[in-house]
């Protein structure tokens, strides 16, 4: 059941459900799709995740499928703390292992490996990584300052030439983790990070973006009511028309109504 949609935004699809528990669901729905299809084409199939709060409606919802075979599957992540050890409950890959990876039996997950000194090396191996076949499937969501994975305003480039690179956190972006629970205070929150950038994301085959909560209005709005800007990094998803972006009312609540 969906409240409104699909409506297109630019070239952007854009559904609004009924609540975040419908909203996952049909999101997995549409990310199950991309699997299956990369696996009938090559046996395999490899997708990308964001490792964030407003992704559990969908990773809940992927755990209710029978019909994929997860390990067929590859799965990569977006972003990791720099210089956070991955047993840290707020590392990413550590994030991914207990909601995602470990309870679907996903086949193998290529971790970013978030120790300083091997960053460099780390963002040479993990291109090649993603490089070496095509990539069906990415999940994501937005930021609350309209970042993508760790593409923050300041730093987001539209026509970045890495796949991989090491970035200083915005201080929204930072404290929206602490007002996620996942770091007691913003000292305790790392200050950098790698991320994968945005011409890295958008190159996969389908993309599927969820978001729900009221905390993400006014980013949800900017990027689909303002210009296309590095300053709100969520609007380049209106230059491309393999994604779909799943809202809940909350998220969807300062949009004008279709």
Not at 96 to 117: C, K, M, N, Q, Y
């Amino acid at each position: 059941m969906t409240i409104s949609g699909p409506r297109r935004f630019d070239r952007l699809t854009v559904v609004v459900h009924a609540d975040a528990h419908r909203m996952g669901r049909a999101a997995a729905e549409e990310a199950a799709t991309a699997l299956r299809t990369g696996i009938a084409e090559r046996g395999r199939a490899r997708a990308i995740f964001a490792a964030a709060n407003s992704q559990l409606p969908l990773f809940a919802a992927l755990r209710e499928l029978t019909d994929v075979d997860w390990p067929r599957v590859e799965a990569f992540h977006m972003d990791e703390y720099l210089g956070l050890d991955g047993g840290h409950p707020a590392s990413f890959r550590s994030f991914l292992e207990r909601h995602l990876v470990s309870p679907l039996g996903i086949g193998t997950f290529h971790r970013i490996d978030g120790t300083a000194g091997a960053a460099e090396a780390t963002v040479r191996d993990y291109a090649a990584r993603l490089a070496a076949a095509p990539i069906d499937l990415c999940c994501m969501g937005i930021g609350e300052n309209g970042h993508l994975a760790f593409n923050d305003p300041p730093v987001a480039d539209f026509a970045d030439p890495l796949t991989l690179k090491v970035v200083p956190l915005d201080p929204a972006s930072r404290q929206q983790q602490v007002g996620e629970g996942h770091f007691a205070d913003l000292e305790a929150v790392p200050t950098h990070a790698l991320t994968l950038t945005i011409p890295a994301l958008l190159g996969a085959r389908r993309i599927v973006v969820v978001v729900p909560d009221a905390r993400k209005a006014s980013a949800v709005t900017a990027a689909l009511l303002g210009p296309i800007t590095p300053f709100c990094p969520a609007s380049v998803l209106r230059t491309i028309d393999h994604a779909t972006l799943h809202l809940d009312p909350a998220a969807a609540g300062h949009l004008p109504p279709p």
